[in-house]
């Protein structure tokens, strides 16, 4: 029996977030749900990535404490009020972008 983890790609719209799902689904995840979110997506914005489309989801109404693992993929940008709602949640973050590199 296989672990079930819940994941979010915060920056699913950048370069990096595409190559994280690409990453996450070629590499087979165990993840029984992944989210794509973004700071600011348009009605209806989707990206394509590891083969499929995924919506995108805002940022800012995501349960961050319903998830095991964020991979932050924003360089810069990010609210410090958002990070703070993330680094609070009982999850793993992950910056792959350097975001909180000081």
């Known amino acids: 029996?296989?672990?079930?983890y819940r994941v979010g790609v915060l920056g699913?719209?950048?370069a990096v977030g595409e190559?994280?799902?690409?990453?996450l689904i070629d590499r087979r995840f165990?993840?029984?749900?992944?989210?794509?979110?973004?700071?600011?997506?348009?009605?209806g914005a989707v990206v394509q990535?590891?083969?499929?489309?995924?919506?995108?989801?805002?940022?800012d109404s995501c349960d961050y404490g319903s998830l095991h693992l964020?991979?932050?993929?924003?360089?810069a940008g990010l609210d410090a009020d958002l990070l703070a709602r993330i680094?609070?949640?009982d999850c793993w973050l992950i910056d792959a972008a350097g975001a909180l590199r000081t």
Do not use: N
Not at 1 to 4: D, E, G, I, K, T
């Open 1 to 4: 029996m296989s672990a079930s």
């Open 12 to 14: 699913a719209d950048t």
């Open 19 to 23: 190559v994280l799902l690409d990453l």
């Open 30 to 43: 165990p993840g029984a749900e992944i989210l794509a979110l973004s700071l600011a997506p348009s009605q």
């Open 49 to 59: 990535a590891g083969g499929e489309e995924w919506d995108l989801l805002p940022a």
């Open 70 to 75: 964020v991979f932050l993929a924003y360089g």
């Open 87 to 89: 680094t609070a949640a």
